[in-house]
């Protein structure tokens, strides 16, 4: 029972955030379209808005963090069950369709765990990545005074950010080059969060479309080899440090220019 109204909470919690990102059900942010001109009140919606999306996001958290708790239990016994049977079966005790059985269902229990571990993480970045680049773009004063230019060639850096202009144009069909860099560098898939427009970024009418975000820490080593990377084939890049108190964990590597504003932010009724 608790389980079900766990997952009933899940479902309720994401629709809420995705319904936050997407614009409300009433307005749908387009991006390029022609928007009305800024009322007086827009730093007052800001505040609103942000914190409507940061209340959906503590809510989906906390309830994905509740089910990872259960889909962890269930992990362990499933575990030890078959331990247990496989024993068994050592000592003749136990049938070969018993231990497959067994093996099936830490399994299954395994795979939810690692979905819902999935979910949180994912979910988490999104929203960290988008507020991120919203409050620097949104709140100039807080992080530095001196914006980085957006000139070609253009590299600042500051405790929030580093950010660096770019040798050339620069969009996303060229990203094919940088994802196979990293996967011969690290043995790994280029973990990419944001790949493009998404609905948080309609939401904040920003314009993400020629973007990708890039879950690493820019002072990670993967992540300073990437800017490396960037910076010696002349494509632009800005990269995050700090996160969103209390809401998620942020520091991310924006491949792209600056994303701008293309329209305001469209309200929830």
Do not use: C
Request: aromatic share 8%; hydrophobic share 40%; no cysteine.
């Amino acid at each position: 029972m608790k389980r079900k109204m766990l997952q009933l909470r899940l479902m309720l919690a994401s629709t809420w955030l995705v319904v936050a990102f997407a614009g409300g059900l009433n307005a749908q942010a387009q991006p390029g379209a022609a928007q009305p001109a800024p009322p007086a009140n827009s730093q007052s919606e800001q505040a609103r808005l942000r914190e409507q999306l940061t209340q959906a996001s503590r809510e989906y958290k906390s309830s994905v963090e509740q089910l990872i708790t259960i889909y962890e239990s269930d992990a362990k016994k499933t575990q030890e069950r078959l331990a247990q049977v496989t024993e068994l079966r050592d000592q003749g005790l136990a049938k070969r369709q018993d231990v497959e059985m067994a093996a099936e269902a830490f399994k299954v229990a395994s795979l939810k765990l690692l979905e819902a571990q999935s979910q949180l993480k994912a979910g988490d970045a999104e929203v960290a990545e988008t507020l991120v680049e919203a409050n620097v773009e949104d709140a100039p004063a807080k992080v530095n005074s001196n914006r980085s230019p957006r000139a070609s060639g253009g590299f600042v850096r500051n405790t929030a950010y580093v950010r660096y202009g770019g040798g050339h144009p620069w969009s996303l069909s060229e990203a094919g080059t940088i994802k196979q860099f990293f996967a011969l560098r690290f043995g790994r898939a280029l973990p990419i969060h944001v790949f493009g427009q998404s609905p948080l970024h309609d939401r904040w009418g920003y314009d993400h479309r020629n973007a990708m975000d890039i879950g690493l820490n820019p002072d990670s080593v993967e992540g300073q080899a990437l800017m490396d990377y960037l910076r010696a084939n002349g494509v632009p890049f800005t990269a995050f440090h700090y996160a969103i108190p209390g809401v998620a964990t942020g520091p991310h590597i924006h491949v792209g220019l600056p994303s701008h504003r293309i329209a305001l932010p469209i309200a929830g009724r």
